[in-house]
């Protein structure tokens, strides 16, 4: 059993940055593709970013620019470095270890005022 435990979200004003974590627990992690989606209030959850198990990434076209993701393996940790946040990017943001069963973290609440 897989558990993702993510954090470092909060509240920033536009144009500020948050890094958000996510911790997996198992062995396994280095085998994975790892991602962030977000869902916001009233919408579809979306992806934001993905990362293979050699470290090629997938931005959505909303973050692309603005939002690294990256991984230490050795850590079994994701991160996601975010810029330049827009109040748009409020959401609350899971992180995920993708699979023919996905797993998912609670998740973590971005808050970005004007």
């Known amino acids: 059993q897989v558990q993702l435990v993510e954090s470092g979200g909060g509240l920033v004003q536009a144009g500020g940055s948050l890094r958000l974590s996510c911790a997996a627990s198992?062995?396994?992690?280095?085998?994975?593709?790892m991602a962030w989606f977000r869902q916001a209030s009233g919408k579809q959850r979306e992806l934001v970013a993905e990362?293979?198990?050699?470290?090629?990434?997938n931005y959505g076209d909303s973050v692309k620019g603005r939002f690294t993701i990256s991984r230490d393996n050795a850590k079994n940790t994701v991160y996601l470095q975010m810029n330049s946040l827009k109040p748009e990017d409020t959401a609350v943001y899971y992180c995920?270890?993708?699979?023919?069963?996905?797993?998912w973290g609670q998740g973590t609440q971005v808050t970005v005022s004007s």
């Open positions: 990362i293979t198990r050699d470290g090629s990434t």
């Open positions: 995920s270890m993708r699979g023919p069963f996905n797993y």
């Open positions: 198992g062995s396994i992690f280095k085998l994975k593709t």
